[in-house]
């Protein structure tokens, strides 16, 4: 079902409806489109469930409220790329699926590469969508791969887009990226830095919220009481100091005031044996040092259902955690799993916010 404009949407009262989710397309060079448009297919060809209150199955509504920014070009150019994996005609008609035309101009965005077109695309999309929960009208956000080359080319001087999110939202509080994927979330002390400058940047304080935060996401998936283990920062975890004194000096510490605010938090432990731990189910949540110490474990252990969450945010902003993937645009072979849980794992979120 198309909308003419993004003010037309209407806020929902009722707290038994589905929540309602916002979806863009990412960096339109990339495969995000054709991703949206197969997570769409299969939206739009969900059961619907039973309304309470009408008590008929005539009466039955969707079991979904999405609410998809894009353009009539930008879905011709995905529908072209999905080809017969999805039913275009069902996705247009779904009850659960609102089409917003935002009238933004596709023609100067070229395929598979970075480019400023496509990153002023992406913001200005990402933009709309965040206009739409201001106003009460949507409840989470999904938004398909970015580029941060072409973010930057487009003007965003933050260095990732989840300062950008951060900034534009104003969020009170520390904001960090999470991660989730089989079955195991973890959350990093510093992020987007180069690694020169990471140690400076782990103190009591920094470990501390990475810690909270991490507790608090899954508290609001339906886990009551987290386990959580919290990384070293060199190796061998220091030995006693050693080989630097991070651990004791910041780390240990962090994990003190953790648990002092009831989170289960436990460490600093080796990096490298920690994820075998996690990994066999001893943790629901790791909490890591730097970037690559929990990308590179948590991709072995199942990169292609990885979802990224943007932790501390006055909303659920999910997206898959992976790339653009340009190599792949047009060639069928994207894998959806990721998608599809970043959306699921968005609604689970939104419903938990409620309270």
């Known amino acids: 079902m198309t909308s003419a404009a993004p003010d037309l949407l209407a806020p929902a009262a009722d707290r038994t409806a589905p929540p309602r989710v916002a979806l863009t397309t990412g960096d339109p060079a990339g495969i995000g489109p054709e991703l949206l448009v197969r997570l769409l297919h299969e939206i739009a060809t969900a059961p619907t469930v039973p309304d309470a209150d009408a008590g008929s199955p005539a009466a039955d509504r969707p079991a979904h409220a999405v609410t998809v920014f894009t353009t009539p070009a930008e879905l011709d150019r995905a529908f072209a790329q999905a080809g017969d994996a999805v039913d275009r005609a069902a996705i247009e008609s779904a009850a659960g699926i609102t089409i917003v035309d935002t009238g933004l101009d596709l023609s100067g965005v070229p395929v598979a590469e970075a480019s400023e077109a496509g990153g002023r695309w992406a913001l200005d999309h990402l933009e709309l969508a965040l206009a739409a929960h201001e106003r009460g009208e949507v409840d989470a956000l999904v938004f398909a791969p970015l580029n941060k080359s072409s973010l930057h080319l487009a003007g965003m001087t933050e260095k990732d887009e989840m300062r950008w999110f951060e900034n534009r939202l104003e969020a009170v509080g520390p904001v960090t990226e999470l991660n989730a994927m089989a079955g195991l979330w973890t959350s990093r002390v510093t992020s987007h830095v180069a690694h020169r400058d990471a140690p400076d940047l782990v103190t009591a304080s920094s470990v501390l919220s990475a810690t909270r935060l991490l507790h608090d996401a899954l508290v609001g998936t339906g886990v009551a009481a ?19 004194r991070e651990e004791i000096d910041e780390i240990a510490p962090g994990v003190a005031l953790a648990r002092e605010e009831g989170i289960d938090a436990t460490g600093p432990f080796p990096a490298d044996t920690l994820f075998l731990r996690a990994r066999d189910g001893q943790f629901d949540g790791v909490v890591t040092m730097y970037h690559d110490q929990g990308q590179i474990a948590m991709k072995m252990i199942g990169f292609e259902g990885g979802v990224t969450i943007e932790g501390g945010l006055p909303l659920p902003v999910c997206t898959p955690a992976h790339g653009t993937a340009f190599d792949r645009v047009g060639t069928g072979t994207a894998a959806l799993a990721s998608t599809r849980n970043a959306y699921e794992l968005a609604r689970s979120l939104a419903v938990a916010a409620r309270g």
């Open 226 to 244: 987290p386990r959580l283990a919290v990384c070293a920062l060199n190796p061998h975890a220091g030995e006693n100091g050693s080989f630097g």
